[in-house]
C-alpha cells in the first residue's frame, strides 16, 4: 500500500511547501499554512462528461456551433438584473460574497422564492443552517413555493445526486467554505476543498444548463476567503457592501462575462427583507443641511446610472506638527492632489490644515469627474463659506488647474435637473455639441481658479 505524504497548503495563496513555514514565501501572511494528508489513488481514467438526461458531451465544428442567445430570465430584483448585465444566464455559475451579516443569505432567499414561484425548480443547499432556521427566516421574508426545495448538506456526492434525481434550474449554495467533497482527506475550507468543490459545481452547471448561486465567505481584507481560482473560474462575481450600522447595502460586479462591471445595485435593508432603492440619489441628499460649509454635491456615474452624492470636508488647523488627511469613502491620494493644486493654481494655505472628506451615505466614490466637487467642498469649509444648495459639480482636475472633460455629460445633467437643481458647474469642453435642459443653468469653467471665484463670488 501506498504510503501516505503530508504537505502544508496556504489557505490565503494556495502556496504548497513540503514542510511548516511560519511565514508563507509567496503572499507573505502568517500562520496560514495548514497540513494536509495525501493519500495516493489509483489512477483511473475519467469518464465523459454527461449531462442529467445522460447526453455525452462530445466535440464540435465551430461552424456546427449554434450562436442563438438563450433569453435572460429577469427577477422580481430590478437592482439585482441591472448588476446581472440585464438578468440572469441559464447555466452560468454566480459567486456572491460579502461581510457576515450583510445580507447575502437573505438576499438569496428572496431571490430563489421569486425564481421558483416564476421561473422554474429552486434547490437551496444550505451547510450552516438547518431548514428550520431557514424556513424560520423565509416566514419573516414571506418566501413561500411549491417549487422551493431545501437541502441542509455539505457532502458533495450527496448534493450531486440530488440535483440529478431532482432535476432543479437554479441551485444555491450556501457557503462554498461549508462543502466538502468526501474524496479528498483536506479539511473543510482550504484550498484543494474550495478549488474542487467550485470545480464540481462548474461543470453541473455548463454539462446541464443549471444556474448555481455560490455565497463565498471573505476574509479580514474584504477579499473572498480561499484560493484566486475560485474567482477565476465562475462566470460573475459579485460583492455586497455595506455597513450593518447603516440601512443601505450595495451590490458590485466586479467580475462578469455577461455584462458591464460597473453597474451597482443598492438595496435597503429592513424588517421584511431587502427592498431595492429606486431613486437612490434622493435618498443620500436627503440628510443634506442647508446653510453648512463644506459641502459640495457631485453627479458621480456608477455603470450607467447617473448618481447624486454629497461630498463633505473640514478643514482645520493642525495641532502638531504634520498635518492629518483623512477620508472615508474616497481615495486618499486623489485628497492630497486635489489640495496640492490649490494650494498651488489657487494660493489656498492648506500644508498647515487637517482635512477630513467623505463620501456621504456609505458611498465609495473613485471616478475623475467628483475631484471638482472634491475641490469646491475643501474651499468651502477652508474660507467657511458654503455652497449653494441647488449647485452640484462635475469634472476632472489636471495638475495645471485645468478643469478636463468628463464622460456622459449629459446623462449626469438631466439627473441634476431632476432632482431640482438650477446650477451645474461643468467643463467648457464638454458643452460642444448638445443642448443643455432648459430647466438647468449650465456653467462651463475651464479652470479651477475660475471656477472658485464664480462659486464663492
Not at 452547471?205 to 484560493?227: D, L, R, S, W, Y
Not at 470636508?313 to 495641532?319: G, M, V
Not at 466637487?373 to 459639480?393: G, H, K, N
Request: glycine share 8%.
Amino acid at each position: 500500500m501506498a504510503k501516505a505524504k503530508t504537505r502544508y497548503t496556504c489557505q490565503n495563496c494556495g502556496y504548497v511547501s513540503p514542510r511548516y513555514l511560519g511565514r508563507c514565501p509567496n503572499c507573505s501572511e502568517w500562520n496560514t499554512l495548514v497540513e494536509e494528508v495525501q493519500t495516493p489513488q489509483k489512477k483511473e481514467v475519467a469518464a465523459p462528461r454527461t449531462s442529467i438526461s445522460g447526453t455525452k458531451v462530445r466535440p464540435q465544428k465551430l461552424n456546427e456551433v449554434t450562436t442563438q442567445e438563450t433569453p435572460r430570465v429577469s427577477t422580481s430584483l430590478g437592482e439585482l438584473d441591472r448588476v446581472l448585465g440585464g438578468g440572469i444566464v441559464p447555466g452560468s455559475l454566480i459567486l456572491i460574497g460579502g461581510d457576515p451579516g450583510i445580507g447575502k443569505s437573505t438576499l438569496l432567499l428572496q431571490l430563489s422564492g421569486q425564481l421558483a414561484n416564476q421561473a422554474g425548480k429552486v434547490l437551496y443547499v444550505s451547510g450552516e443552517e438547518s431548514a428550520t432556521q431557514i424556513k424560520m427566516r423565509a416566514n419573516r421574508l414571506k418566501v413561500a413555493s411549491s417549487d422551493f426545495y431545501l437541502y441542509p448538506e455539505t457532502d458533495m456526492a450527496s448534493i450531486r445526486q440530488e440535483i440529478s434525481d431532482l432535476k432543479p434550474d437554479y441551485v444555491v449554495i450556501d457557503s462554498v467554505q461549508t462543502m466538502q467533497e468526501p474524496d479528498m482527506n483536506s479539511a473543510v475550507g482550504s484550498v484543494a476543498q474550495i478549488r474542487e468543490v467550485t470545480a464540481t459545481l462548474m461543470q453541473i452547471a455548463k454539462t446541464n444548463g443549471i444556474t448555481i448561486f455560490i455565497v463565498g465567505h471573505v476574509t479580514k481584507g474584504g477579499a473572498i476567503a480561499g484560493p484566486k481560482i475560485l474567482e477565476h473560474m465562475v462566470d460573475t462575481v459579485l460583492y455586497f457592501e455595506g455597513d450593518q450600522n447603516q440601512l443601505f447595502r450595495m451590490l458590485r460586479a466586479v467580475k462578469n462575462r455577461f455584462g458591464s462591471t460597473n453597474e451597482i445595485g443598492i438595496f435597503e435593508m429592513r424588517q421584511t427583507g431587502l427592498a431595492e432603492v429606486l431613486n437612490p440619489s434622493e435618498i443620500f441628499l436627503q440628510e443634506r443641511m442647508p446653510g453648512a460649509t463644506g459641502s459640495a454635491v457631485v453627479v458621480a456615474m456608477e455603470g450607467t446610472r447617473p448618481l447624486l452624492a454629497e461630498i463633505q470636508a473640514l478643514i482645520t488647523p493642525t495641532a502638531f506638527g504634520n498635518a492629518k488627511r483623512t477620508t472615508t469613502g474616497l481615495n486618499q491620494n486623489r485628497v492630497s492632489l486635489i489640495m496640492a493644486v490649490l494650494e498651488k493654481r489657487v494660493g489656498l494655505l492648506l500644508q498647515n490644515q487637517d482635512a477630513y472628506l467623505k463620501a456621504a451615505g456609505g458611498l465609495k466614490l473613485d471616478e475623475p469627474a467628483i475631484d471638482l466637487a472634491l475641490a469646491m467642498s475643501i474651499v468651502s469649509s477652508y474660507r467657511d463659506q458654503e455652497t449653494q444648495p441647488t449647485d452640484s459639480f462635475i469634472g476632472e482636475i489636471g495638475l495645471t488647474g485645468e478643469i478636463r472633460r468628463v464622460n456622459h455629460i449629459e446623462q449626469r445633467v438631466i439627473e441634476a435637473a431632476k432632482l431640482g437643481f438650477k446650477r451645474v458647474f461643468v467643463p467648457k469642453n464638454n458643452l460642444d455639441g448638445w443642448v443643455p435642459p432648459a430647466e438647468i443653468e449650465v456653467v462651463g469653467v475651464s479652470t479651477l481658479r475660475q471656477a472658485v471665484k464664480l462659486v464663492f463670488s
